[in-house]
């Protein structure tokens, strides 16, 4: 049997892009999945998806910026399958790249309010049912722009270097906890967010942020996603507070 057979795994964003290959990962390992998301179509074909493989899943539409919404998908979680063992904490927006001038307020708190609030209050909540249980496992999605930066995404980049200063003082408050919580820092990934930004890039702009991967292309979502799985496994069992770049050589450079 496996370590994750009929365990539980809640994955925030888990309709599209990373968070669908990771839901789709967690299910092919045995986990009854919880997806986390606004959009319905998406999250309702990732269930499907998931079912048509004879795994279990459920979908609870959610909005991470908001404290109520993100209490009742705990609450709605517990309800149908009792518990959370694996939280993958993913949703994320993009910062369109360009001038730090034409910068706004709005992209400033639409960023900060998703990729930070987000997931301090997605955090907040699973751990509070995570004590309660005994335990649990939680990854954070951060991005190679948690460890370094690129100019023209400066917000985008406080939001993630923020999403591992989150994970590593959470992980030490509940090291004791039997609560271990990591971040996955991934490179540039074949995504629809990803793709947006390239398309404002330019075919030239593209071309050179691929070349800044020294395997000379972009990630796959499934290669976090089999990272996402590591860590929550027993074979990762010594770490906590850590931030794994999947970048493809990036930022070794
Ligand atoms: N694609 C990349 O190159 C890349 C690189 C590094 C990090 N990331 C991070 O990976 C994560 C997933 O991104 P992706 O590339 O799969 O893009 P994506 O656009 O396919 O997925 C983002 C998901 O987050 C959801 N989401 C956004 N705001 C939300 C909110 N307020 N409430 C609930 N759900 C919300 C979206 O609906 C979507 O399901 C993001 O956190 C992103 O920053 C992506």
New binding site residues.
Partial sequence: MDEFDSKVALI??????????AALAFAHKGAKVVI????IQ??EETVSLIQDKGGTAIFVQ?????AI?VENLIAQTVNHYGRIDYAF??????EPVTSSVEQSEEIWDLVI???LK?IWLSMKYQISQMLKQGGGLIIN??????LVALPNVPI?TA??HG?IGLTKSLALEHAKDNIRINC???????????A??LDILGEEGKTKFISLHPMGR??K?EE?ASSVIWLCSQAASFITGQSLAIDGGFTAQ
């Fill in positions: 925030t964003g888990g309709n599209s892009g990373i968070g669908r290959a986390a998301s606004r959009r998406e999250s959610t909005d991470i910026t908001q919404q904490n993913n949703a994320g927006v993009e309010d998703t990729n987000g999605n951060s991005s190679i722009l948690g985008y939001s993630k999403v996955v820092c991934p490179g540039g990934i074949e995504t629809d967010l990803l947006r930004n972009l990630g979502p976090i």
